[in-house]
């Protein structure tokens, strides 16, 4: 396939054509701050708004998930305008969702905490007042917990239970601040169709869904 060189952060680096820059800069060991990307999705979600890039030439900055690489393209993954939204974005996030890491078995292992820590934000913001939503935890699987309360809806559980495995257990529900991964009809998991493979444990990339088994810490 054929590759295109561009600079991202100063660094001149490789591309297949038709690439993202996410995963261009990823790959070549530069990290951009990301939560619902899946390489194999057909479509990124683009939904969590922290891939903010700016690139030269365009007027703002760019979803590093959605922009396709261009040869000869400049990125800076730490522009002031980009950092900026990025910032902000995760800020919105944290505003709604319960960050207790000191009890959570994801910490350590939790994407939220390397995202606050690349772009400088306190996981406790107080800029934007708190907003709960007090959902219940469902500990029905025999296998793991689910804590919508955790949950920064990036979709990668959804998507690799409906699209890699054919299942389907899990999707959304509702809109806006309402909006919830859950299962149809809003069952338990544990009385769904749920095979208790654990692979959108796997995928959840902060502890809204974490393994009973305190031996297995896998969380990507």
Not at 87 to 96: D, G, K, Y
Not at 148 to 161: E, F, I, Q, S
Not at 178 to 189: D, K, L
């Amino acid at each position: 396939m054929k590759t295109v060189s561009l600079i991202i952060d100063g660094k001149e680096v490789k591309a297949r054509q038709g690439d993202k820059i996410l995963w261009a800069a990823l790959d070549n060991g530069i990290y951009i701050p990301n939560l619902c990307a899946l390489r194999d999705a057909s479509h990124p979600a683009a939904s969590c708004r922290l891939c903010f890039v700016e690139a030269e030439g365009k007027k703002q900055p760019v979803t590093a998930c959605t922009e396709t690489v261009e040869q000869g393209m400049v990125v800076n993954t730490r522009g002031p305008a980009a950092l900026r939204l990025a910032r902000t974005a995760l800020e919105l996030l944290l505003a709604s969702n319960v960050v207790d890491c000191a009890h959570c078995p994801a910490s350590g292992a939790c994407e939220l905490q390397k995202i606050a820590a690349h772009l400088g934000v306190k996981l406790k913001a107080k800029r934007l007042r708190k907003l709960l939503r007090n959902l219940p935890v469902d500990s029905s699987s025999p296998v793991f917990i689910y804590d919508p309360n955790k949950c920064v809806l990036c979709g990668r559980c959804v998507w690799v239970c409906r699209e890699r495995l054919g299942i389907g257990v899990l999707g959304f529900a509702h809109r806006g601040f309402n909006r919830m991964v859950t299962t149809f009809g809003h069952e338990p998991i544990g009385e769904s169709r749920c095979r208790d493979c654990g692979e959108c444990v796997i995928a959840c990339p902060t502890g809204a869904m974490t393994f009973k088994d305190k031996g297995d810490t896998s969380i990507h």
